[in-house]
């Protein structure tokens, strides 16, 4: 079946514009993560939805980044007022459950000029 | 001090070595580990799970070690192939299902 999917696979965006990402879990998974990855920083998390419980947002790194995830499956990542220092891969994973194997989508690699 | 540390690497071994990673983890209340394998430019993978017993799957065999807060994953008979980046992860008991990487090392196997 579908991985996840994510889009764009690249965006280049300006400094101080807003940006959106995309992420379509696989069907029927109940949680969703998000992640990024950048140079010297690994991998760390963002945000995770499981179900219909209130998302844990703990891994964020500022208030201008947002996530939302709609009808329990598709969700954006919302980063307002870009900045240098945003310029990741933004990885989404989803599991079954929030127990279960995450599996990851391609990414979305933003840079912010 | 981040939270899983890993060597990064490089290890730079030829084919047919056996070669062995190793990662401590700071936070006691970490109830599951694993390994994931990222290629280079792409997403990770789980690799596999690590049980307190020790298990293995194949070439790879991962360890744990909780008095130590210590894990490892040995590879024997190393393949062009698993030539990747090796990265160590850890999951809290309380948090969901969130987890947390270790920033991963990297391995190029040589022939």
């Known amino acids: 079946g579908a991985g996840v999917s994510q889009s764009p696979s690249n965006k280049v965006t300006e400094k101080g514009k807003d940006v959106e990402l995309r992420c379509d879990p696989i069907s029927g998974h109940t949680a969703l993560y998000w992640y990024r990855q950048s140079l010297g920083q690994g991998l760390e998390f963002l945000i995770y939805?499981?179900?219909?419980?209130?998302?844990?947002k703990s891994g964020l790194p500022s208030d201008r980044f947002s996530a939302e995830r709609t009808g329990g499956s598709v969700s954006t990542l919302t980063i307002q007022r870009t900045q240098q220092e945003d310029s990741a891969v933004y990885l989404c994973?989803?599991?079954?459950?929030?127990?279960?194997?995450?599996?990851f989508g391609p990414g979305t690699r933003l840079t912010v000029t | 001090r981040k939270e899983v540390e890993q060597d990064p690497g490089p290890f730079n071994v030829p084919e047919g070595a056996t070669v062995a990673f190793n990662c401590t983890y700071s936070n006691s209340a970490s109830q599951s580990f694993f390994w994931y394998r990222q290629d280079c430019r792409k997403e990770p993978k789980l690799l596999m799970s690590v049980y307190s017993s020790g298990n293995e799957d194949g070439r790879f065999t991962a360890q744990l070690n909780r008095a130590s807060q210590y894990i490892s994953l040995l590879i024997r008979d190393s393949k062009l192939s698993d030539s990747a980046t090796y990265l160590c992860v850890v999951k809290r008991g309380n948090q969901g299902g969130k987890l947390i990487f270790g920033q991963g090392t990297e391995l190029s196997v040589k022939p």
């Open positions: 994973a989803s599991s079954i459950t929030g127990r279960g194997e995450q599996y």
């Open positions: 939805f499981q179900g219909n419980s209130a998302p844990d």
